[in-house]
């Protein structure tokens, strides 16, 4: 059970980057998953949520910004990120909660402004 997140990198304040979490054992359209973000000196903090139905839900700090979505047939889910700010700028994670919860290695986003 692995989850492989990708796609961070340095952007400018307004500018746009898409995550992807890649999973292999893990069966995404059977399962929670979630992406998270942890800032220096701050906590980790839910983003974005996607059930196993389907339903997505995103934290009211990136509404209207950010969505999540899931290619089944690649067993990947992204993190669509758009109008992005510097407050964005932190260490992006990828979760499900099978075996009891499994964690992505984390992909560095840095919005400079």
């Known amino acids: 059970v692995q989850l492989q997140a990708s796609g961070g990198g340095l952007v400018q304040a307004g500018g746009s980057l898409r995550l992807s979490c890649a999973a292999s054992g893990i069966i995404f359209s059977r399962n929670f998953i979630g992406w998270y973000r942890q800032a220096p000196g701050k906590q980790r903090e839910l983003v974005a949520i996607?059930?196993?139905?389907?339903?997505?839900d995103v934290a009211e700090s990136v509404k209207g910004r950010f969505n999540i979505a899931k290619d089944n047939a690649k067993n990947t889910v992204y993190l669509q990120m758009n109008g992005l700010k510097p407050e964005d700028t932190a260490v992006y994670y990828c979760?499900?909660?099978?075996?009891?919860?499994?964690w992505g290695q984390g992909t560095l986003v840095t919005v400079s402004s």
């Open positions: 979760y499900s909660n099978v075996q009891g919860g499994t």
């Open positions: 996607m059930g196993i139905g389907g339903q997505t």
